[in-house]
């Protein structure tokens, strides 16, 4: 409870401490903050209204305390392009990148761990090497590429196999849940393949430093086979290494899936931050990246927590 408690502290720091650095990235760039998002064809008194409306005429520390208040009540302000509220736009472009995100973790997983056990256990040094080559060779590939590639293959009205949409997300939503996963499944396959490839590299890494620990050199000596051993021993031995490394790679896989979402042009986070970016839409812009900062502190929280549970020598298993 003291570490989990501890632990906890740091995470309000690291949010607070980020919280500070959005604020200030975007008030020290060139230029006046209201005359930007005002335009350059703006009059002086639609500016001046404008930094009245968003409080810019206040002292920088009274803003940002106003900014945090808001945070604080769940107000993450409203959109000065469309009238709607942040929460509302973050909402709806969220339901689509965070399935996106969790549909690759998956490809990724069911890639990358077979596959990097299998490299440590194959008694074929042909096999094991083809492994890694592929790896290699996968993990190389642009993610752009890919997706052009996947679209070409497989997308429909390009593609050879026209079997999956490769653009857009249904109007309805969710609300057709056939239809919106499978026009997610190009992209994540795309996102997921260039993962795995990370993925099955660390696995086999941190698998074939365990294969000489104590506990499983005595599995082997209790009769298991080495295949036996790696994966029921080697790979508990290995998991809090494993669950570090998947945490991470969904952190990259957010920012992967940011980049390949304008290419399936899918209305989610990674293209609507950059289309609140070119619309000069700062208050968004800015409660958007405070919310990505916060999903990348709390990852690495939970892989904090996680670890201490799964590793063996911290005498903790939950």
């Known amino acids: 409870m003291r570490y989990a408690m501890r632990r906890i502290g740091a995470l309000a720091l690291a949010l607070v401490i980020s919280s ?35 409080g810019l005429n206040h002292s920088l520390p009274r803003q940002y305390v106003e900014w945090i208040g808001n945070l604080a009540r769940g107000d993450l302000g409203t959109s000065m392009l469309t009238g709607s509220t942040v929460a509302r736009q973050i909402g709806t472009r969220a339901s689509i990148t965070l399935p996106l995100v969790v549909m690759s973790t998956v490809v990724a997983l069911i890639v990358g761990v077979p596959a990097g056990c299998q490299a440590v256990v194959a008694r074929r040094r042909r096999t094991r090497t083809a492994i890694h080559v592929a790896s290699l060779v996968f993990g190389a590939i642009p993610a752009v590429w890919a997706g052009m590639m996947m679209i070409l293959l497989f997308g429909t009205g390009l593609g050879l196999i026209p079997v999956l949409p490769s653009q857009g997300f249904p109007t309805v939503g969710w609300r057709d849940p056939l239809r919106a996963c499978a026009s ?93 970016v070119g619309n000069r839409d700062l208050v968004v812009v800015q409660s958007e990246l405070f919310l990505l900062s916060a999903v990348f502190l709390l990852l690495g929280f939970s892989v904090d927590l996680a670890h201490r549970a799964l590793d063996p020598r911290m005498g ?3």
Do not use: H, K, N, W
């Open 20 to 54: 500070i650095v959005v604020f200030a990235a975007l008030r020290i760039l060139p230029g006046d903050l209201a005359t930007v998002m005002a335009g350059t064809d703006a009059s002086a008194s639609q500016v001046a209204r404008l930094r009245v409306q968003m």
């Open 316 to 318: 903790v298993v939950s």
């Open 184 to 276: 997610l499944v190009l992209p994540a396959v795309t996102v997921g393949l260039i993962e795995g490839a990370q993925v099955m590299r660390y696995v086999r890494s941190g698998l074939s430093g365990v294969m000489e620990d104590d506990a499983v050199v005595m599995a082997m000596a209790s009769g298991m086979t080495r295949r036996d051993a790696a994966l029921t021993v080697g790979l508990r031995l290995a998991a809090p290494q494993l669950v570090s490394v998947v945490a991470l790679e969904m952190g990259s896989m957010i920012t992967g899936v940011m980049v390949i979402e304008s290419l399936f042009a899918l209305p989610g986070l990674g293209s609507g931050l950059v289309s609140d």
